[in-house]
Nanobody
Framework: QLVESGGGLVQPGGSLRLSCAASGFTLDLYPIGWFRQAPGKEREGVSC????????DYTDSVKGRFSISRDNAKNTVYLQMNSLTPEAPGVYFC???????????????????WGQGTQVTVSS
């Protein structure tokens, strides 16, 4: 099970840290992705973290502002989001792929287990 938290209302330029807590499995064995879905839009990849070599990837629009990390002791993956823009709002989901041999990737297809999402709103 994956459970997201940390969403909320933030002003433009503000920061949020999202958490993705795993239960029932060891999170660092699997590639993990963060995705967002705005109303009326398709779900899109934001960032991901591979289980090996610490490989990470980010969609172009968040590079330099978002950072993904993992705390193995807490079995949790984080998404630190800085300098949030009005394009950021939506429901943010974390997901895992069961393909432990794969590098992580930013397309939703291939991720099999999803959390329920956490809402992020950017407004002044």
């Amino acid at each position: 099970q994956l459970v997201e938290s940390g969403g909320g209302l933030v002003q433009p330029g503000g920061s949020l840290r999202l958490s993705c807590a795993a239960s029932g499995f060891t999170l660092d064995l699997y590639p993990i992705g963060w995705f967002r879905q705005a109303p009326g839009k398709e779900r899109e990849g934001v960032s991901c973290l591979s289980s090996t070599y610490g490989y990470t990837d980010y969609t172009d629009s968040v590079k330099g502002r978002f950072s993904i990390s993992r705390d193995n002791a807490k079995n949790t993956v984080y998404l630190q989001m800085n300098s949030l823009t009005p394009e950021a709002p939506g429901v943010y989901f974390c997901a895992r792929t069961l393909n432990i041999q794969a590098m992580c990737f930013l397309t939703p297809l291939g991720y099999t287990d999803w959390g329920q999402g956490t809402q992020v709103t950017v407004s002044s």
